[in-house]
């Protein structure tokens, strides 16, 4: 299923450009999923209600973290290795997903990854109020590396995962953005480049179609032949599957209205879906704006449909402007780091992937305190607009990215 061959990060421990190279060898021709495995399900103390909330208030953005945290840090240090290891194999990572499994499938690593990286954002900061760049850097891209490796699978809540892992990454570089060194920058943004590639909705949908769609008309053909003469045991066991389903819009007992009650019904209503798929394909292959334009008419008559297999896919589908947001942000990153190593030359090199020059630019300032410079993407689709605030002096705190960049946070 996996066709493509990477080189991962380790490529760039040769220019020495990304990581410090370590006195004794390693291997790094080990499946990364092998030793995420090992780091995701090792066991540590989580982090109390208490601590996460404070990370997120006024007072912990602008306040140097408290004693407290460098336990909760070096409680992830045997997880981190381990993580940091899987960013410099030279082999493609794979997970070992059974998607024969269909639409009910475990993926619990998922989950898992993304709290990693969320963690790897905590000890980057930890780290840099100690004096520790190198450490922070290679958290950072290591969690990068496993967040782009969390997308591998072409299902849709794995591109998912994988469009917010980066998000984070990236709004930590832009909170801390003054705290690197412009060499520190330059290796994040070689990182990031060298990692896996993203994995976008497109790629998803074949995946999709066939371990859910038509994971369940054969699951209730197989049903039917099972019991010919019970077709309300054949609508138990498919009830029982879809217990999960729509669990906030009422999923069953519209199924279950619009098909009849019975497995032919709810088998015609699946195979009403199947001719959306091409026309979903060609959608999220367009490029921006054309996209905005034809999703808008395409989405709004897929939530109108009766049929609820079409109106529930579509909120999954409708995601697609955070690949956008990922695309916007990467290069805001790049630019903010050209601005740094070459003032206004290097920030006019890079071009906005959603305009027809480079970014907008202009210097931030926060209660009367030059505090950074902010950059403005011309998406103008439907989650404009696309900010990002590079934050050269710590103080009062902010938003740094998203519709409300640049307000104070107050609690």
Known sequence: MKTTKFTCLSLLILTGTVFVSRAEPYRTDINPALLYYRALLMPWEPMS???RNYLSTKQGKEQKLPERFGQIV????????LVRRAAHATVPCDWGIDFSDGPNIMLPHLGRAKVVCQIAQLRAVWDLQHG???DARDDLLAAFVLGRNSGIDPILIGALVQDA???IEYSTVAQYFGEFSPEILKQLVDGFDSA???HTIATCIPMEKSAD???LIRKLLELQKANPNDDAKVMANLHEMALGWGVNTNFWPRLVAVSGGTSEGVIRLLREVAPLYPRLTELMMLPEPEYEIQAKQFFADCHKSPNPFISESAIGWETRPREFKAQAQLAMVHAAVEYKLHGESGLKSVMDPFGNGPFAFQRF???SVDRGFKLKSAYAGADAPFVMIFVE?????FQITGPDAGKAIDK
């Open 132 to 134: 520790r760049q190198d």
């Open 365 to 367: 300032i926060f209660k």
């Open 213 to 215: 769609k038509d994971w």
């Open 165 to 167: 892992i980066e998000a």
């Open 196 to 198: 896996p590639p993203r």
């Open 49 to 51: 209600d208490a601590d």
């Open 74 to 81: 070096a409680n992830h240090d045997n997880q981190f290795e």
């Open 393 to 397: 002096k710590q103080g009062p705190a």
